[in-house]
Nanobody
Framework: QVQLVESGGGLVQAGGSLRLSCEAS????????MGWFRQVPGKEREFVAA????????LYADSVKGRFTISRDNAKNTVYLQMNSLKPEETAVYYC?????????????WGWGQGTQVTVSS
């Protein structure tokens, strides 16, 4: 059974940093691309970042380029999202997802975590 468990969310002041983690199980983690998305209540889920199975290529939403870094440790079945210079408008539930390719398209991901809340205070 595919499981993705996010952690690391919390409350941070604007300009601060958080590091999210997502531990995967139930599938061969090292052979799949992984992504991070976020969702504000009442809005559609939004792509944040993605990484290929080996970590050699990454993809970012324009809004987070230069501030967020996605990485993975295949030995630990874990993908990370380092978020720096956070803004209040980035308050959302952050989800990790498993997919087959490096893509920003939500429908291309077949496994989802339950999400972790990130709140950025002004």
């Amino acid at each position: 059974q595919v499981q993705l468990v996010e952690s690391g969310g919390g409350l941070v002041q604007a300009g601060g940093s958080l590091r999210l983690s997502c531990e995967a199980s139930g599938f061969t983690f090292s052979t799949y691309a992984m992504g991070w998305f976020r969702q504000v209540p009442g809005k559609e889920r939004e792509f944040v970042a993605a990484i290929t199975w080996g970590g050699g290529r990454t993809l970012y939403a324009d809004s987070v380029k230069g501030r967020f870094t996605i990485s993975r440790d295949n030995a630990k079945n874990t993908v990370y999202l380092q978020m720096n210079s956070l803004k209040p408008e980035e308050t959302a539930v952050y989800y990790c997802a498993a997919g087959g390719d490096l893509t920003a398209v939500e429908g291309d991901y077949w496994g989802w975590g339950q999400g972790t809340q990130v709140t950025v205070s002004s």
